[in-house]
């Protein structure tokens, strides 16, 4: 049972163009989202965050929506670069602060 | 650089056998955190640790145990593992436990054979 979940396990996108990547979740009770960037060898890194309270938040190319109704949450990048392509995790905290992690989507960017 | 190390990078070990992976961290963090990452499939929360008392067990079986020495390392102990137990093993630390930003190691690739 996902509590999080990547419906995409890959995206191909232009290079220029916006690469939006989705991600859905089932627990009403998580106040609070991420999502990591993963390349090959490396472990995830923090990319950008989003309080429940918040239905936005936005740091130069990167912007999280989150649609609490709907428990929808997506990351927009615009314009895409070649140094996107890799794998996005969107992860979810409730009140006892442990991640729940989606299986991720494979991001391409294609020049 | 993500001030979080593991090591080794790579290990394949048979069923049998008996080996520990290694994680560190230079970044002062309180916590700590064991992930397993299979292809297509979430990350796996195993273990928490916060100062050194483990904190969270996810019903990860007993071959994989645990070790908290000091508040900059982590180890995982493996023991008669299972082929199914192949996958990416990845450390995190935290300021706290209950700090959402986790900082990763680049993680073992282990495979069981």
């Known amino acids: 049972d996902q509590q999080v979940k990547q419906n995409s396990p890959s995206l191909s996108v232009q290079e220029g163009r916006i690469s939006i990547l989705n991600c859905d979740y089932t627990?009403?009770?998580?106040?609070?989202f991420l999502w990591y960037k993963k390349y090959p060898a490396e472990g995830p890194t923090f990319l950008i965050s989003i309080s429940s309270i918040k239905d936005k938040n936005e740091d130069g190319r990167f912007t999280v929506f989150l649609n609490k109704s709907a428990k929808h949450l997506s990351l927009h990048i615009v314009p895409s670069q070649p140094g996107d392509s890799a794998v996005y995790f969107c992860a979810a905290s409730d009140s006892n602060y442990q991640l729940i992690w989606g299986a991720g989507t494979k991001l391409i960017i294609k020049p | 650089e993500t001030g979080v190390t593991q090591t080794p990078r790579h290990l394949v070990m048979g069923m049998t056998n008996k080996k520990s992976l290694k994680c560190e961290q230079h970044?002062?963090?309180?916590?700590m955190y064991w992930y397993k990452q299979s292809a297509k499939k979430p990350l796996e929360l195993m273990f928490v640790y916060s100062l050194e008392e483990r904190v969270e067990n996810n019903s990860v079986p007993s071959r994989f145990s645990p070790e908290c020495p000091n508040s900059s390392h982590l180890f995982l102990h493996l023991h008669t593992l299972q082929p199914e137990d192949s996958a990416l093993y990845l450390c995190?630390?935290?300021?706290?436990?209950?700090?959402?930003?986790?900082?990763f190691g680049p993680g073992t690739r282990l495979t069981v054979l």
């Open positions: 627990n009403s009770m998580f106040d609070y």
């Open positions: 995190a630390s935290s300021q706290e436990q209950g700090s959402d930003t986790q900082y």
């Open positions: 970044l002062g963090h309180n916590a």
